[in-house]
């Protein structure tokens, strides 16, 4: 069946470390990758998102992300985590084949939280 | 610029009651808007998606005569749930598309249904 997972419900990190955020796909083709970000009160944001060409994509917030198409993963990384960065953090994927060209499929979300 | 709003941001209705949702592109034309539903601790799922003037088209396991949706202009697409129940209580989330693969998502709204 086709699915995205987000293994990790929750996630604590320290404010300065390091922070890796895990999302696999099952779909026939490399689809197109993104990550969002959502903070209470506000709609989705993007943070990144793959297409093609170069595997490692930077993003905004100081955010990158690695497609590996042998493991069918897209990671979300940051070197050295905010307070700031305390949201929830959903992996999507957009099949972009036929009829589901431009829809969206969504992990269950990660809860980061930042302590000082 | 790409600001999406919904309304209402919340909303509380007696059960068998209809509620309709808003949702509005402030500063873009949206080609296509899609409708989202998150219980919680769940995943966002897709519902609908809704191109202006024309038929939604559902997701499976999705009722369209129980969630109506009207795109009727290229910055308006409505949801009402009909004859609510409790089980449908849940975070709506609308997005706004001007191109394919580009979402704009609005802030969403909880519909509680007694």
């Known amino acids: 069946a086709q699915s995205v997972t987000q293994p990790d419900i929750h996630i604590t990190v320290s404010e300065g470390a390091s922070l890796e955020l895990r999302c696999n796909y099952s779909y026939g083709a490399t689809p197109y990758l993104f990550w969002y970000v959502q903070s209470p009160g506000q709609g989705l944001q993007l943070l990144l998102k793959?297409?093609?060409?170069?595997?490692l994509v930077q993003g905004i917030k100081g955010f990158e992300a690695e497609f590996k198409r042998s493991q069918s993963s897209f990671n979300l990384r940051k070197p050295s985590v905010h307070w700031s960065d305390a949201a929830e953090y959903s992996c999507?994927?957009?099949?972009?084949?036929?009829?589901?060209?431009?829809?969206?499929?969504f992990g269950r979300g990660t809860q980061l939280t930042v302590w000082p | 610029g790409a600001v999406v709003s919904q309304h209402p941001s919340r909303v509380i209705c007696k059960s068998g009651t209809s509620v309709k949702i808003e949702c509005r592109s402030l500063?873009?034309?949206?080609?296509?808007m899609f409708w989202y539903r998150q219980f919680p601790k769940q995943s966002l799922m897709l519902m609908a998606t809704?191109?202006?003037?024309?038929?939604?088209?559902?997701e499976q396991g999705v009722e369209k005569d129980k969630f109506l949706i009207n795109h009727a202009s290229l910055t308006l697409s409505t949801l009402t749930v009909t004859s609510a129940h409790p089980e449908d209580s849940s975070f709506y989330i609308c997005?706004?598309?001007?191109?394919?693969?580009?979402?704009?998502f609005g802030p969403g709204t909880r519909l509680t249904v007694l």
């Open positions: 999507a994927v957009a099949p972009n084949r036929g009829s589901t060209l431009g829809r969206l499929y």
């Open positions: 500063d873009f034309q949206a080609t296509t």
């Open positions: 809704s191109n202006e003037g024309s038929k939604a088209t559902y």
């Open positions: 793959y297409f093609s060409g170069d595997t």
């Open positions: 997005s706004a598309s001007r191109s394919v693969n580009e979402q704009f």
